[in-house]
């Protein structure tokens, strides 16, 4: 079974890429209707047309408030046919309304061990802080910022002095590893919420046996092709 999703965007698309090459290969059992971009002319949407697939740029510039820019994007997501949305560093807060016409099937992923630093820069709010360990998490999206059931998290030492630009780098080579593995537990209907608890039913796949990844802790771990 296919999922049918739509990925929103605001920037490079590193994360839409990591979803494509996963999808390309044969193992994330996604389609990716559309991509959405809120802003014109980034990297992302370059990515999507390599690849085939249908972009488009909503502004949210060209709406009065945030209640009308979710209903353009339901319409859109809705109209490509997308079941379930993946926010693959977009940087906007979505509403009610798009919530609802995607009832937990709405997933974000952010640069940082939430609950610790949520919002905008997470990896300089990390990095400045000192931290000794920073990561990033895959997430249900609710009302509130950053906030959903968390449905897997990477964590990666933070090396003092190295900076936020060098940190963030890190981070991201494993958003690349754990994003696309919960969108497939998603498609494969494997994620049970049960309050702020995440439930990942066992599936067939194994444990990945791939050893090519920096120190980090993963949890859940990955498996086969992730
Ligand atoms: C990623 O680090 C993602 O986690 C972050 O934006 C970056 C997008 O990179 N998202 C957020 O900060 C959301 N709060 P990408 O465009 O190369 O995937």
């Known amino acids: 079974m296919t999922l049918p999703i739509g990925v929103l965007i605001s920037g490079g698309g ?10 390309e290969a044969g193992v994330l059992d996604v389609t990716i209707q559309t991509v959405i971009s809120n802003i014109p002319g ?3 949407l370059d990515r999507a047309a390599k690849h085939g697939i249908f972009s488009q740029t909503l502004s949210h510039r060209d709406c009065p408030d945030r209640e009308s820019y979710d209903r353009v994007l339901v319409r859109a997501l809705r109209d490509a046919g997308a079941q379930a949305v993946v926010l693959a ?3 906007r807060l979505v509403g009610p309304e798009l919530l609802a016409a995607f009832p937990g099937r709405v997933l974000n992923i952010h640069p940082a061990l939430l609950p610790s630093f949520p919002g905008l820069h997470a990896q300089n709010q990390a990095a400045e802080h000192g931290v ?3 990561g990033c998490t895959v997430h249900f999206v609710d009302e509130e910022v950053d906030h ?3 449905i897997i998290q990477a964590a990666v030492p933070a090396l003092p002095g190295e900076g936020a630009e060098m940190l ?8 690349h590893r754990v994003f696309p593995q919960a969108v497939q537990w998603l498609a494969e209907g494997r994620l049970d919420v049960q309050g702020r608890q995440v439930v990942v039913r066992p599936g067939e796949r194994p444990l990945a046996t791939r050893n090519d990844l920096p120190p980090c802790l993963i949890f859940p771990p990955l498996e086969d092709g992730f």
């Open 132 to 134: 000794r360990l920073a």
């Open 89 to 91: 560093g977009f940087m």
């Open 148 to 150: 959903g059931p968390i």
């Open 168 to 175: 963030g780098n890190r981070i991201l080579t494993l958003e």
């Open 14 to 23: 590193s994360n839409l890429q990591a979803l494509i090459d996963r999808m």
């Open 42 to 44: 980034v990297k992302g």
